[in-house]
């Protein structure tokens, strides 16, 4: 079945610092791939999303490049703020299919 | 624009009762979905309604039961609380139009304790 793993956290970071959060997935066909952002308190939102293999996703600084011949899905910034300290999530969707799959959740917390 | 609205969003029950949480949406979304969020275990799909009339069991069906009442509204009902039920409850659609390729919509939760 379609499964999505994403790299353990916590994640701390130093403000201005780089980030990566790794995201591989399983699935037939083509699926869709997200990340989700869940600020303290709240619902989850969509950060970003990429649709076909080589789409780059991009939002508030953050990207991520559907990489099918990896499976992988990674979350970059170039430099994070404090503002950027959450959970993020990376997720599927079966092209066939309406269900949404989620990994474990990365939460990432950044230092003054 | 209020989206997805859950209530409660706070709730405490004791084992063996029941109870029932309410989503409504008013985005014309035909697909509600269900989902509980536990520690290290990101969320997991309880039930979902690809659309008015149609329920579907998720990762997670096990102690709980869905109405789709009608295209607004979905609601999840405990019928005997037990205490691995514990969780934060999301209510979540999904646009399929309008520009949007299949993101979910998600309400603020609600909190469930099961003593």
């Known amino acids: 079945g379609n499964s999505v793993t994403q790299m353990e956290g916590p994640v701390t970071l130093s403000e201005e610092a780089f980030l990566t959060i790794n995201c591989t997935y399983t699935?037939?066909?083509?699926?869709?791939l997200f990340w989700y952002v869940q600020y303290p308190g709240e619902g989850l939102q969509l950060l970003l999303k990429?649709?076909?293999?080589?789409d780059k996703g991009s939002n508030k600084g953050f990207e991520a490049t559907y990489r099918k011949e990896t499976t992988s899905f990674h979350l970059e910034k170039g430099s994070v703020q404090v503002s950027d300290s959450a959970v993020y999530f990376c997720a599927l969707r079966d092209s066939s299919a309406s269900k949404i799959i989620f990994g474990s959740g990365t939460r990432l917390s950044i230092r003054p | 624009n209020a989206g997805v609205t859950q209530t409660p969003k706070f709730q405490v029950l004791k084992t063996g009762q029941s109870m029932t949480l309410q989503c409504a949406q008013d985005m014309n979304h035909n697909s509600m979905y269900w989902y509980r969020q536990d520690p290290g275990m990101g969320l997991r799909l309880i039930y979902y309604?690809?659309?008015?009339?149609?329920?579907d069991k998720g990762e997670v069906p096990n102690g709980y039961n869905v109405s789709r009442l009608n295209k607004r509204e979905f609601s999840l009902r405990l019928e005997s609380a037990a205490p691995s039920q514990t969780s934060v409850y999301f209510c979540?659609?999904?646009?399929?139009?309008?520009?949007?390729?299949?993101?979910?919509?998600f309400g603020e939760g609600s909190r469930l304790t099961v003593l």
């Open positions: 979540a659609t999904m646009g399929l139009a309008g520009g949007h390729t299949g993101e979910l919509f």
């Open positions: 309604s690809a659309s008015e009339g149609t329920t």
């Open positions: 699935a037939t066909g083509y699926p869709s």
């Open positions: 990429a649709t076909k293999a080589d």
